[in-house]
């Protein structure tokens, strides 16, 4: 079982860019798993943002796509999530999530969350 | 993206009871559903996937039914541990996409 943590700024000002990483630790992230990015509004349902693999390639949700960018630090084993232009509706408890790979999104190992707070 | 529809939104229950939410989707999703569990102040924990097989370590207390765009999850005698929000989730187009919810809560 992979671990994950998520780490970076708890609050963000409106307009500026949400920056969050991702550390993963107990196994490789350079292995045939999608890495995601997945949000959770206050009180809310799960909403995915998106997916990147080891090699640098990404596919986000095309709700998000206009201001999302994944990117990957394969020396450091982490992954990261930017998020511009960010507004009140961005607060959310930002997870990052391991799938099985292939064409299955089943996200099997978590981290354990990091709430991020859109305010001035 | 496809809209999955879950019921109840929540529900009460005792232990012991069975329990069975419901999950449809707005288009056939052959068997690419899974099931999760999460409670308050914790990530969702993968219990079903391809609609029916338990995950490594779940209790076999816990199953799920169903293709194309009905399925169902039961919890056959509810624990004390198993009071939580259950979420049912697509994968069989990109986005993924979740159900709303299921909150068990105790009677």
């Known amino acids: 079982q992979v671990q994950l943590q998520e780490s970076g700024p708890g609050l963000v000002k409106p307009s500026q860019t949400l920056s969050l990483t991702c550390t993963v630790s107990?196994?490789?992230?350079?292995?045939?798993?999608?890495w995601n990015w997945i949000r959770q509004h206050p009180g809310k349902g799960l909403e995915w943002i998106g997916y990147?693999?080891?090699?640098?390639?990404?596919y986000y949700n095309p709700s998000l796509k206009s201001r999302v960018t994944m990117s990957v630090d394969t020396s450091k084993n982490q992954f990261s999530l930017k998020l511009k232009s960010v507004t009140a509706a961005d607060t959310a408890v930002y997870y990052c999530?391991?799938?099985?790979?292939?064409?299955?999104?089943?996200?099997?190992?978590w981290g354990q969350g990091t709430l991020v707070t859109v305010s001035s | 993206d496809i809209q999955m529809t879950q019921s109840p939104s929540s529900l009460s229950a005792s232990v012991g009871d069975r329990v069975t939410i419901t999950c449809q989707a707005s288009?056939?999703?052959?068997?690419?559903l899974n099931w999760y569990q999460q409670k308050p102040g914790k990530a969702p924990k993968l219990l079903i996937y391809d609609a029916s097989n338990l995950e490594t370590g779940v209790p076999s207390r816990f199953s799920g039914s169903g293709s194309g765009t009905d399925f169902s999850f039961t919890i056959r005698s509810l624990q004390p541990e198993d009071f939580a929000t259950y979420y049912c989730q697509q994968f069989d187009n990109l986005p993924p996409t979740f159900g709303g919810g299921t909150k068990v809560e105790i009677k």
């Open positions: 107990g196994g490789s992230i350079s292995s045939s798993y999608y």
């Open positions: 990147i693999y080891y090699s640098g390639s990404t």
């Open positions: 999530a391991r799938d099985s790979g292939g064409s299955s999104r089943d996200f099997i190992d």
């Open positions: 288009q056939d999703i052959s068997n690419h």
